[in-house]
């Protein structure tokens, strides 16, 4: 088994920045934790966005470890999604790029109590499914 996370990437970020942002955000959020993380960038046309699948088994010294079920967690998901806007958000400031003149519109609406649906989606995948 293995879990995939979908980002949508900031269309305002060129290429090279999407990548950057997207490095960070998987080595911070996941390969940090022991998770084996590989990354695909779709580049289409006004809907950039990356598919990470993970190891649902921590990496260690001799290959992979047991099972991680804390990583099943619903609050470390939603965790996930705002270290996702917090990366994205500081960049956007470290670039001066804005979004219809906001941060990040996650953390904006966020900081107004505002709930919103999932953007990032996380489901785990059998990894015989996988072409």
Not at 54 to 70: M, N, P, Q, T, V
Not at 75 to 80: A, G, P, Y
Request: net charge positive; charged share 25%; hydrophobic share 45%.
């Amino acid at each position: 088994m293995a879990r995939e996370i979908e980002v949508a990437l900031p269309v305002e970020f060129d290429p090279a920045t999407q990548e950057r942002v997207l490095r960070e955000y998987v080595t911070e959020n996941f390969v940090r934790l022991g998770m084996a993380a590989d990354v695909c960038i779709h580049t289409k046309p006004g809907n950039p966005h990356a598919h990470i699948l993970l190891s649902l088994r921590s990496i260690e010294a001799h290959g992979f470890g047991a099972k991680r079920r804390e990583w099943n967690d619903a609050k470390l998901i939603v965790s996930w999604r705002e270290s996702w806007a917090a990366v994205t958000d500081r960049r956007n400031r470290a670039t001066d790029v804005r979004r219809n003149g906001a941060r990040n519109r996650w953390v904006e609406r966020a900081s107004r109590g505002v709930t919103l649906g999932w953007i990032l989606k996380a489901f785990a995948v059998p990894v015989s499914l996988l072409p």
